[in-house]
């Protein structure tokens, strides 16, 4: 759905770009806190009990399993990034990046899915570490594409996209007794 500023809040400053799709706009809070801890968790939980060969078995749409352990790795790292400059910069400019190309120039696939883990709880407590000073919260960043948006937003995001991920990661991988 394409929307114009005036289907926005009455604030200019808030609405995205004319042509732009409005997006939803998300809190951070302490769930969101404690779904970024878990998912990294989650993640060296699997790591550790599947070898890397069976994870790269295992496809999920055009990606296998370790490639969808490094796009939420870099997920966290652009999102941990996004928060971090809108709470040191004034209303910083935040590009937009394309998913794929980065999977492929970081060849995630080829990557020890550890290495992938520890970049993923490194993001995940950065956001959590910044975003827990609540005033952080409603600091924020202008968008390439969705317009104003704060770093709770891009904290909260990246809690519910890498919670997507995670949690069809381990319905494919289970606990091991």
């Not at 809190?27 to 404690?34: G, H, I, P, R, V």
């Not at 890397?52 to 652009?78: P, Q």
């Not at 990557?111 to 970049?119: A, M």
């Not at 891009?154 to 007794?177: C, D, K, M």
């Amino acid at each position: 759905m394409v929307t114009s500023a005036s289907d926005f809040a009455p604030h200019p400053r808030r609405a995205p770009p004319l042509g732009c799709a409005a997006v939803e706009k998300l809190t951070f809070d302490d769930d969101s806190a404690f779904l970024l801890a878990d998912d990294a968790a989650t993640l060296q939980r699997i790591v550790r009990a599947y070898p890397a060969d069976r994870l790269r078995a295992v496809r999920f749409g055009d990606w296998n399993a370790v490639e969808v352990i490094g796009h939420v790795a870099d997920t966290g790292e652009k999102f941990a990034e996004r928060v971090r400059r809108c709470v040191q910069e004034d209303r910083p400019l935040l590009e937009s990046f394309d998913q794929d190309a980065l999977a492929r120039e970081r060849r995630n696939s080829e990557r020890d899915p550890l290495e992938l883990v520890r970049r993923v709880d490194a993001a995940h407590r950065e956001i959590v570490r910044t975003l827990m000073v609540e005033a952080n919260r409603s600091r924020p960043g202008v968008h390439a594409e969705q317009g104003e948006l704060d770093a709770g937003h891009f904290g909260a995001y990246q809690a519910r996209h890498s919670h997507e991920h995670v949690t069809e990661l381990a319905a494919a991988f289970p606990p091991q007794l």
